[in-house]
């Protein structure tokens, strides 16, 4: 499956953007998928995540409540909806996915096969 990260832009504190994973070349709800995003000289974090079984939902506690993740099997696309965005949530974003990742490696970049390229989300105060 290849991976295609789309809907980041520059935005206001307390703003919303929606970022879109598309997938081609397979299909996208037999995945999990994560989203990550990295800042420059730190590691690649765990953001947010959705089951291919039952569509189970996953996210960081710094965004909870504030972030959702959702999937559209017709569009074949996985969305982030990220909402009362703050300065800290700047960063590169990548979607990424794997047939096999468990609740307890999910936050593991490294359990991803495919990864979409980032797209950068900015957040001004």
């Known amino acids: 499956v290849q991976l295609q990260a789309s809907g980041g832009g520059l935005v206001q504190t307390g703003g919303s953007l929606r970022l879109s994973c598309a997938a081609s070349?397979?299909?996208?709800?037999?995945?999990?998928v994560g989203w990550f995003r990295q800042v420059p000289g730190k590691e690649r974090e765990f953001v947010s995540g959705?089951?291919?079984?039952?569509?189970?939902?996953y996210h960081k506690d710094s965004v909870k409540g504030r972030f959702t993740i959702s999937r559209d099997d017709a569009e074949n696309t996985v969305y982030l909806q990220m909402d009362s965005l703050k300065p800290e949530d700047t960063a590169v974003y990548y979607c990424?996915?794997?047939?096999?990742?468990?609740?307890?490696?999910?936050?593991?970049?490294?359990?991803?096969?495919?990864w979409g390229q980032g797209t950068l989300v900015t957040v001004s105060s």
């Open positions: 959705i089951s291919w079984r039952r569509n189970m939902t």
């Open positions: 990424a996915a794997n047939s096999d990742v468990t609740y307890r490696a999910m936050h593991r970049a490294s359990q991803y096969n495919y």
């Open positions: 070349e397979g299909t996208i709800s037999r995945y999990f």
